[in-house]
């Protein structure tokens, strides 16, 4: 691939496309007698064409494809909701397995190796390797024999922790999760919390901020201030609730729907004397917006609680 910069006042930047396999334009045309026959591989065999700079390429056995630098697949998933492989008839003794995912492994390895707690989970294929055979995390071997001197060998004949040292930048080697959406709930807030968190060793730990286990990954995700500000949305209530053009319980709705507010609860708790104050001035009639009353308060809040 050619790339030119186009010095002009757009700034645009031109990419030209050179097809060095290509070759020239061919067009086959053949007169048979009309059998009712299809023969498929005669078909497919006249279909595909090989021009002189793809077959000189494969003759000198060049690369056809490459990917550089390679890219390490990382799942997550919540605790208790890792994919489970059995044959049939072996289904309980799966279910009864402990978990040995990437995910569960990285927070098993950093209570082995202590001295590369200091990277994050994506960041964890430059120093470690994946072992799919025995489903552990194990450490690249440019970074054996680099730790403390007189550190013995392990029981097992491996290098002990000890006789590691993960300084460095390590291999040039990327790591990715998989997509989550927002949509996903707490699986998306695991995903954000594991871009920033180091060390951890359990799902308690990503929950923990500021020594306090807290319930959900959303709230240690605001907590370390990783979400957006629902200022704007606190705004907006209080707003609606001076004009009085649209009910505030609707207003409140939309938001839950379409804005996603990084608290929904505090927002709900904040303003919780509003929405009492607007339902009592609309059961009184002083206030009817498109010839409808507002539902009951209880009625609205448990709705609310229970989504």
Known sequence: MNVELCVCPVGGIKCLFKYVCKGSDRVTMEIVEETGRYNEIEQFQHARYVSASEASWRILAFDIVDNDPPVYRLEVHAEGHHTVHFRESEELPAALREPQTKLTEWFNASTIYPGANYLRYDEFPRLFTWNRKDKVWKPRAKFRGRGTRGAGPSSAGASAPSEYNFEGSGETIIGRMYTVSPREGERYFLRLLLLHVTGVKS???????????????????????????????????????????????QVFATILAYCK?????????????????????????????????????HMFFSRFKSH
């Open 203 to 249: 799902y308690a730990d990503m929950r923990t901020v500021d020594g306090e286990v807290r319930s959900l990954f959303r709230q240690a995700c605001s907590r370390r201030g990783l979400l957006a500000d629902d200022a704007e949305w606190r705004r907006v209530l209080r707003e609606s609730f001076s004009s009085e053009f649209v009910p505030l319980s």
């Open 261 to 297: 507010p990084s608290d929904p609860l505090s927002l709900w708790d904040e303003h919780k004397s509003l929405f009492v104050s607007e339902i009592r001035l609309r059961r009184r009639g002083t206030a009817t917006v498109y010839g409808t009353r507002t539902p009951h308060f």
